[in-house]
């Protein structure tokens, strides 16, 4: 067996008892004794009023996605508007057929009506 493979072994080997030791150390240091008070959900020093879980339509899930999507975008604009000029009329294209799939992507929830706050 070569040398670097015993020192990655030596490693993980060290990683996983630093893990087991950060468990028996959480183990012993935490308060055991269950109470109602400590169990009761808290939010802002508020008491809560009714029940703690609350239905939550999925139009906001589906609106943060395609936020978390227009996003990504953003992030390979970037890196393209700055190497333009090396890019040429290739690199163009390519970014007009980016834009234009996931312009596809927003038409379909806007025609389904996910967009739409009421």
Known sequence: MPIELLYIWIF?????GFVML????ERFLSPSVQSDIKSDPYECG???IGQPW????IRYYIFALLFLIF?????FMFPWAV??????????VEMLIFIMILLLGLLYPWKKGVLRWV
């Open 22 to 25: 950060i468990f028996m150390v």
């Open 54 to 57: 609350v239905k939550t339509s």
């Open 12 to 16: 993980m080997l060290v990683a996983a």
């Open 83 to 92: 190497a333009f000029n090396q890019l040429g009329l290739l690199g163009l």
């Open 71 to 75: 996003d990504i975008e953003t992030v």
């Open 46 to 48: 508020v008491p809560i």
